[in-house]
């Protein structure tokens, strides 16, 4: 099967992770508080210490990865909205040359419609500039019966 990163790795990224697992995908997920990650872990997922703010911080993390998710529909902060903006368009510049051959972007959450907006703007910029396969998790979070098999489903159809 293959290795799927999920970028923000907190309550939804352990659900995916423990859903993909079941599949039978190696998953990593990534954390910025290095006490996650037992939570990681226990949701079958390898723990990677990283900061979507910090796009090098991430590089390591995508050795061996087939598929991204970046899950930050709903990051908090004050540089929340600039993960959807400049450090995914960064992302996805660094991604070209890298094994990573699909991006699932969650385009829904509390970060703020305009955040989002922008994020899926920069998804599908470089899914057409440098042909990266893109699918996009448009399920509000909170909706939890629905999220997870949509979350699910673009990993597949990533994978497909």
């Known amino acids: 099967m293959a ?35 037992a939570d990681i872990a226990a949701a079958g997922a390898e723990p990677y210490l990283g900061d979507p703010d ?4 991430l590089m390591d993390a995508v050795a061996g990865v087939t598929i991204l998710c970046w899950l930050m529909g709903s990051a908090i902060g004050e540089n929340a909205a600039a993960l959807h903006d400049g ?12 094994p990573v051959r699909g991006l699932v972007y969650e385009a829904a959450g509390s970060v703020g419609e305009a955040a989002l907006a922008r994020g899926l703007e ?4 470089a899914h057409e500039r440098w042909m990266i396969p893109l699918e996009v ?3 509000a979070p909170e909706d939890h019966d629905a999220w997870l098999p949509a979350a699910r489903s673009a990993v597949a159809a990533l994978l497909a």
């Open 122 to 125: 920069v998804a599908r910029d």
């Open 3 to 37: 290795r799927v990163l999920i970028v923000g790795c907190g309550c939804r990224g352990e659900a995916l992770a423990r859903a993909l697992v079941a599949d039978g995908h190696a998953v990593r997920g990534t954390t910025r508080d290095l006490s996650r990650s």
């Open 54 to 57: 910090r796009i090098g911080t």
């Open 87 to 98: 450090r995914l368009r960064m992302l996805c510049e660094k991604l070209v040359d890298t």
């Open 137 to 139: 998790i448009d399920v």
